[in-house]
């Protein structure tokens, strides 16, 4: 019997393997787990059912072309080829194509950028912006051969000539659609006083054909444009992400048409109807005002202006006396009061005193009003009415008792 080392009877398996038509294509219908997305670009999980499992890997070359974001727990009809991993002695499922079981790739991967976009706010209310009520300029993002710039045209030049309109052609769909229409929203962004708001769009298609207005670039540029932006891609029953985050979504490019582009005939018809309010409103001013001035022309004041001034005229001339009266009683009785304080103060004024007979003595500075205060030969000032008189104490009586008549010296 031949002994084999492990790598020879690994590499004589997978020759079998590669020798069996079956396992060359191969399509395995599972659930996803133990995914995992490589740094390298390989994708490695593990099919399984309710009774086994089957490791899988996804290169890089075939992990590109997904279009969806394989996970755990989805379940997807994997095609390739089964052959044998010669380091780990194990076969595995070398995936080519994958898509999910029951739902269509396209949709899955719209469903799920959809849900990623929303979780980040770029749908919300608050992000949509109003669209302008009178714009002068309008910019067109769209095919130049399309129906969509034939449409918004014919809408635009029948609501109204005045309204400009700006096209920056893009393709629509297929290859290098999706940088062209970021390029030209780039452009409008970087020159945005050139329009007041934007249409993008293109007419209807299947949903390859709308895929470019799905795509997470052209999303996030719609949501970072600094114009309000209005979505008109395909039909009405056509939903695109482009929709979701703009901040209108129109039905048609025609309908984008009406939103955008005010009618000429409406605000015609709007400036005739405030025409109208304002003459009505200045007239009936106007009336009441020749009310008013009538009123006055006709009033008593103004044809007889003594008669309702004489009343007044009298009451003036009466209360000006009472005025008069009052003051003057007030006046009397001030000066009465001043009369009596002068006599009260002339009675107090020491002078008045020395007038009638009284004198003052001072010794130095001090009034002498005891002799209590005074000793033998202090020099003393007597004050009198009409001069000074200077002496020299020379003896001291109280008063009571007996004092013998001694000469003095003055």
Known sequence: MTIYNVSEINTYIKELFSTDNNLRKVMIRGEISNFKFHSSGHCYLTLKDEHA??????????????????GNGMKVIACGSISVYDRDGTYQLYIEQLVPDG????????????????????????????LPVYPKTIGIITSKTGAVLHDIYNVASQRNPAVKLLLYPVMVQGDGSVEQIVKALQYFDCHYDLCDVLIIGRGGGSMEDLWSFNDERVVRAVYAAKLPIVSAVGHETD?????????????????????????????LKKIYLLQTNLSNVIENYLDSCHTRLNNCRNNKLFNDTYSPLGDSWQELDLLISQLNNAVNHQFTDRQHIITVLSEKL????????????????????????STDQLTKNDLLQIILSDGQVSATVNALKKKGEHYAKKETNI
């Open 53 to 70: 499992a089957l490791r899988a890997v996804i290169f890089r070359r075939f992990a590109q072309k997904l279009r969806f974001r394989p």
């Open 103 to 130: 739902i269509g790739d396209l949709n899955l991967y719209y469903e799920q950028l959809k849900n990623k976009l929303s979780s980040e706010g770029l749908f919300n209310p608050e992000h949509k912006r109003s």
């Open 239 to 267: 939903y695109t992400l482009t929709d979701f985050v703009s901040d209108v979504r129109a039905s048609t490019p025609s309908h984008a048409a009406q939103l955008c582009v005010p009618s000429r005939e409406e605000l």
């Open 346 to 369: 002339a009675l107090l004024n020491p002078e008045t005193a020395l007038q009638r007979g009284y004198s003052m003595v001072y010794r130095g500075n001090t009034i002498i009003t």
